[in-house]
């Protein structure tokens, strides 16, 4: 009745936690922010609709926004302009875009594991292999696992930073050894930034800086809180621009034409929206991590980015059966293999939440956990 193809592809384990919760329980469990976007962007955006911005637009973008983004780029890469830059509906859609240009049958891709949901089936959906690298036990990839896993098929290697779901940052060593292995082999790097702007210590390094053989995966999801909207960009050498943005003709026609109007025009508010967010979230990420280590059993890594905690526990229970309990009891959060099988003896959990949220939320799991 269905394709083959649709069967490849697993259901998401995140949505199954979310369709048993309750109307009052705790959401630990949020991939976006809990805060409404800036005044300025939803007048811009009310703005556009009421200046006719209601038409197809070009595929790649508007030239506005794509300049800005360039602008944005260029401090990892001086010579990136709008040339390189593909507004998308959205990194879930840049990123299958990019997959499908990029990859085909007999192909090996690198991913991270656990990593985040649409490299697999991303994968899998463009023909390829997808062939799941390790993390060490601060989450950074392991280079040497990553090395052995090469092979005469392998084409691109997947990386994200920030992560999610572990909130883990790469460090200037980690960027370089990726960087020479992505050199040395020849692989295209699949890079997913979208959590760019959430760093609480660290740096972060973008492989825009070897936009040569990079496609720089971003959205506008996270750094403005609007995930409804559906508009990203990515990032790309110009020979491989023009194909994905083919590509991409053929997903979404063009990004949504509103938004991309009202971005362009309060751009800059971007910076002072993180700045004011940034701060909240690192009170919270300590909140979250502190009442995490309280829970008996449980060991959680400070992440140094994006808004995830991915503690893990010694109970001899899966992370599904766990995760499925404290759904039960109030919490929602996100068992650790829906993002990979080495996510397993895992949970994650999301401090895009009030402190009181977190508080209350961890004091459940808490008392569940510790009543196994
Ligand atoms: C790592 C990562 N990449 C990409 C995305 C996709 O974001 P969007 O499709 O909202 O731009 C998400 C969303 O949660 C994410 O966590």
């Known amino acids: 009745m269905v394709s083959k193809r649709v069967l490849s592809i697993k259901p998401s384990g995140i949505r199954e936690i979310f369709e048993m919760a309750t109307v009052d329980a705790i959401n630990l469990g949020l991939g976006e922010l809990d805060f409404e976007p800036p005044k300025e962007a939803r007048d811009a955006y009310k703005e556009a609709l009421d200046q006719d911005r209601n038409r197809y637009g070009p595929t790649k973008g508007i030239d506005p926004l794509r300049r800005l983004v360039a602008g944005k780029v260029q401090k990892y890469r001086p010579d990136i302009t709008l040339d390189n830059v593909i507004i998308t509906a959205s990194g879930t859609q840049g990123t299958m875009a990019a997959f499908q240009t990029l990859f085909e049958d007999g192909d090996e891709v690198l991913i991270p594991e656990p990593g985040f949901v649409l490299y697999e089936p991303d994968s899998i959906l463009s023909d390829a292999v997808p062939v799941p690298y390790p993390l060490d036990e601060r989450f950074q990839p392991d280079i040497e696992a990553i090395k052995e896993r090469i092979t005469s098929h392998t084409k691109g290697l997947v990386v994200n930073s ?3 779901p572990t909130g883990a940052v790469l460090t200037r060593e980690s960027f370089q050894a990726l960087k020479d292995i992505a050199q040395d082999h020849d692989l295209w790097v699949i890079s997913d930034e979208v959590y760019e702007d959430y760093i609480y210590s660290g740096e972060h390094y973008s492989f825009n800086e070897i936009i040569e053989r990079a496609v720089v995966l971003n959205s506008f999801s996270k750094s ?7 508009i990203g960009y990515l990032t790309a050498p110009l020979d491989l621009v023009n194909y994905i943005s083919n590509m991409q003709y053929h997903l979404v026609a063009c990004p949504p034409t509103p938004p991309q109007f009202a971005l362009a025009k309060v751009f800059q508010v971007q910076e002072e929206f993180i700045k004011k967010v940034v701060p909240i979230f690192d009170k919270r990420r300590k909140a979250m991590v502190d009442g995490l280590n309280d829970i008996k059993g449980f060991h959680c890594h400070m992440p140094e980015g994006a808004f995830y905690a991915f503690p893990s526990y010694s109970q001899k229970i899966s992370s599904r059966d766990l995760a499925r309990k404290l759904v039960a009891n109030g919490v929602i959060c996100a068992p650790g293999t829906a993002f990979g099988e080495r996510g397993e003896n895992h949970l994650r959990f999301s401090y895009a939440a009030s402190e009181g ?13 510790e009543s196994l």
């Open 357 to 369: 949220n977190i508080a209350n939320g961890l004091a459940i799991v808490k008392k569940v956990v």
């Open 224 to 230: 403005f809180a609007v995930t409804g909207w559906r």
């Open 162 to 164: 920030p992560s999610n």
